[in-house]
């Protein structure tokens, strides 16, 4: 089944203790992006990647870093997460920018609160 | 810089039709979307329509851009239960960026 894996879907987590949100896609996409959603926000892009090895800063990345080392992984990682990064967050992927609609498929969401 | 606009919340009554509006600011946009999130869900897409496009019908879904006034709406028939989730109108701009607005809680009353 084409899908994107996040894991894991719930964190709690304290103050400074670094940690990352894994996700995988099974369907070749070059596209990858990260996501978060808040009350009253919508969904605020973080980072994005074109392809590998070539990664992004979106609307809001301070706080965040992320890696594309292979076509289909796209971890986040919050190096020293604060409670301002409690959030609900979904990676997406689609083929690829440029010619075509660039339809997003998105992950279940990983839900991450900051003690 | 590009904006997507729409109302936060919407209530309908179960049978009746829904219309789910949303207004963008880049006039290059190529592809304007509707992406559904149901609760504890990630957004799936609806449908999407091209911009040369002024409507786009599938089943009890339907697309109407008016590209003038840069407004897109999503009407769906008889509304049923299963439509209650949140409602994303995006954008894809010129740089190929795809803007999402903050999306409409759709409320189904009995």
């Known amino acids: 089944e084409a899908q994107v894996t996040q894991n894991p879907r719930y964190l709690i987590t304290v103050t400074g203790k670094k940690l990352t949100v894994t996700c995988s896609q099974n369907?070749?996409?070059?596209?990858m992006s990260w996501y978060r959603q808040d009350p009253g926000l919508g969904l605020r892009q973080i980072y994005y990647s074109m392809n590998v090895e070539v990664t992004d800063k979106g609307d809001v990345p301070e706080g965040y870093k992320v890696s594309r080392k292979e076509k289909r992984n796209f971890p986040l990682i919050l190096e020293s997460p604060s409670p301002n990064q409690t959030s609900l967050y979904f990676c997406a992927s689609s083929l690829g920018v440029g010619a075509g609609a660039n339809v997003l498929t998105f992950g279940a969401g990983s839900r991450l609160t900051v003690l | 810089g590009e904006d997507v606009e729409q109302s936060l919340f919407l209530s309908v009554r179960e049978g009746d039709s829904s219309v789910i509006n949303c207004t963008y600011t880049d006039s290059s946009s190529t592809y304007l979307y509707w992406y559904k999130q149901e609760p504890g869900a990630g957004l799936q897409l609806l449908t999407y329509i091209f911009s040369n496009m002024d409507m786009k019908q599938d089943q009890r879904l339907t697309v109407l851009l008016n590209k003038k006034d840069k407004h897109l709406s999503l009407r769906i028939a008889d509304t049923q239960t299963g439509d209650s989730a949140i409602y994303f109108c995006?954008?894809?701009?010129?740089?190929?960026?795809?803007?999402f607005g903050k999306g409409t809680r759709l409320h189904i009353l009995p």
């Open positions: 995006a954008e894809k701009g010129e740089d190929d960026k795809i803007i």
């Open positions: 369907m070749n996409h070059e596209y």
